[in-house]
């Protein structure tokens, strides 16, 4: 994106962007996923190795304290009910039952566990996707100040997006900016309908500020 040329349709192209620091730009850009994307690409890829899943050990250590109930420490009429509950035929025997009703407890104990880690395994996934969310927001948060700061030292290009956020430019022009200055540039041009011709060439943008530019 070292040279950078933007005409005929340039503005009516582009979708709307709102104005720098605002509510609905840091929701708009936290849903567009395009905030610096090749560093949270890396991020990413390093939390993921951080934090993988849990191996089978691991996760059943989480509820290793956790055993089905032991049949054979119920009173007979307290087996009998258990039984009855569960469809079961009690044959008078107490052993012989207990072990019946034994096979049922752990049953339905394993498909407890297996509840249970799924619901750990949704839990982990949500609270790696908001700390995912959250990072990405400080990181927006950084780059939309640092575009402000940019812009409040450049009085060219100050003037430039005020009248670019009024529509009251020339058709064509060509603008001198950096990389942090065209992010701005950017933002004010989502909602312009004045300019449709923009020649940013020469300017040694980066390759995120020119896909800024030409979203």
Same mark, same amino acid.
């Given at each position: ?16 962007? @709102? ?33 993988? @899943? ?35 035929? @009690? ?10 009703? =034994? ?5 339905? !104990?394993?498909?407890?566990?297996? &509840? ?7 839990? &982990? ?6 700390? =995912?969310? !959250?990072?990405? &927001?400080? =990181? ?30 020339? @058709? ?39 896909? =800024?530019?030409?979203?």
């Amino acid at each position: 994106a070292a040279a950078v040329r933007c005409c005929s349709s340039f503005a009516s192209n582009i979708k709307r962007m @709102p104005s720098l620091l605002s509510s609905e730009t840091l929701e708009e850009e936290l849903e567009s996923g395009d905030v610096l994307e090749f560093v949270h690409a890396v991020d990413e890829v390093e939390e993921e190795e951080e934090q993988g @899943p849990l191996s089978s050990e691991q996760e059943a250590s989480l509820f290793s304290d956790l055993k089905p109930m032991d049949a054979m420490m119920l009173r007979m009429e307290d087996l009998i009910t258990e039984m009855e509950r569960r469809g079961l035929h @009690p044959k008078g025997f107490f052993s012989d039952d207990a072990k019946e009703l =034994q096979k049922e407890f752990d049953k339905e !104990h394993e498909s407890e566990l297996e &509840r249970m880690k799924e619901d750990r395994r949704e839990q &982990r996934k949500q609270e790696k996707k908001k700390a =995912q969310l !959250h990072k990405k &927001r400080l =990181q927006l948060e950084k780059q939309l100040r640092e575009e402000q700061e940019a812009v409040a030292q450049d009085e060219d290009m100050e003037t430039w997006i005020e009248q670019i956020r009024i529509n009251e430019t020339w @058709p064509t022009a060509r603008i001198r900016a950096n990389s942090v200055t065209a992010r701005a540039l950017a933002k004010a041009l989502w909602d312009n309908s004045s300019l449709t011709c923009l020649d940013l060439s020469r300017n040694k943008l980066s390759d995120f500020a020119g896909a =800024q530019l030409g979203r």
